[in-house]
């Protein structure tokens, strides 16, 4: 996912937060009263910071879920901490690899997707957080601007081709410059006093790549079939299941009713989504009462409209043919990747799903985020899952066994 997006109208926030992702935000945020109706485990709230990585915090956060899932850890205090950079470096050298092999020809950022945590896990295995954290440059938390413009100018350089053909040294040399910013990658390391290998590590938690599946809802590909969905941090050509909205949307609600969390990728530019951890999809072309909420968000309205319900503000009805048109013409794009973990309702019974954010304990609930239905249905590109979280008809549709 991307995160570097540019903004206006909260400037002063991004800026605090570092944080380039964040969409503007009306002046105030209406009084929500949520209440959770379901709740999954979730390890402690991370700050990506000034870095590109939100697909590997946003993904790690999931595993680690599913690992207190298939564990069935109880003591929070024994929650795993996975090392975010240990992936990242690895992703690094696999695209600078690929990279190189299509002449330049590729998006080379800090960006990516959920699915390349799965590639590194399984190719690689996992570290916990003790054994690479990934700050050798000096500041506490993550600022990789520098990092990212030395890696690309490298691989733009060896991608020319100077020399007619390719030296043995340049892959050695991209590794040296990640070992020095985040660290070495280790390939043995002792935790809680056993011996373990990136590997068997992995193992002890009985994570599989091969147990996850991705779904998406898009007409411009069959329904029912994979594809690789079209966002340039796809770089990998990783599929997703493509399914109805209404299925996907069920499916989403389906898993975290039942134990299980998510990925959530998608758009968060939206003026409706805020600083306050409120994602919603505001319509802006609702008729609103004088003097409510909804007016800070919309602007103003004559004192004849109709009278409202509540004082919260009116949101779009989303169909396929919306979600598919604002796809298509660029109103929803690939910023930002998030950890759905649960359920809750607002005082007006609209469901939301609970989001756990890698922007640090920030904003009104400390770095969850509620987006609401008409929200992910519009903007969520798609979601990560453990395949049995998926309902048993949707399976068969999609020969999932």
Known sequence: MKIYRPLIAIAAFAAALNLSAQPKAPAATPDYQFTTVKENPITPVKNQYRSGTCWCFSAISFLESEAIRLNNIKDSLAYPDFSEMFVVSHSYQDRADKYIR???????????????????????????????????????LPVQGELDAVLKAYVEAI??????????????????????????????F??????????????????????????????????YKKF????????????????????????????????????????????GFTRNGIGILVDTDAKVSAGSDQERWTGKAS?????????????????????????????????????????????????????KNSWGKTGKYDGIWYLSDAFTRGKAIDFMVHKDALPKELKKKLGIK
């Open 102 to 140: 299509l002449d330049g020809n590729l998006v080379f950022a800090a960006g990516s997707e959920c699915e390349d945590v799965l590639h590194i896990m399984q190719d690689y295995g996992l570290v916990p957080q003790e054994v690479m954290t990934g700050m050798n440059y000096g500041t506490p």
């Open 159 to 188: 991608a020319k081709n100077p020399n007619k053909t390719l030296s043995t040294a340049w892959k050695n040399g991209f590794k040296g410059i990640l070992d020095a910013y985040l660290g070495e990658t280790p390939e043995e």
């Open 303 to 355: 004192e004849t409209a109709e009278e409202k319900k509540s004082d919260l503000p009116k949101e779009k009805t989303v169909s396929q043919e919306d979600r598919q048109l604002w796809f298509d013409n660029k109103q929803t794009t690939d910023d930002h990747g998030m950890h759905a973990f649960g359920i809750a309702t607002d005082q007006n019974g609209t469901r939301y799903v609970m989001i």
């Open 190 to 223: 002792e935790h809680n006093g056993k011996k373990y290998t990136p590997a068997s590590y992995r193992d002890s938690y009985k994570l599989n790549a091969d147990d996850y599946v991705t779904l998406t809802s898009f007409t411009h590909h069959p329904f």
């Open 228 to 271: 690789a969905v079209e966002v340039c941090d796809n770089w990998r050509g990783d599929q997703a299941y493509n399914v109805p909205l209404d299925e996907f949307m069920d499916a989403l609600y389906y898993a975290l009713e039942h134990g299980y969390t998510a990925t959530w990728g998608g758009d968060v530019s939206e003026i």
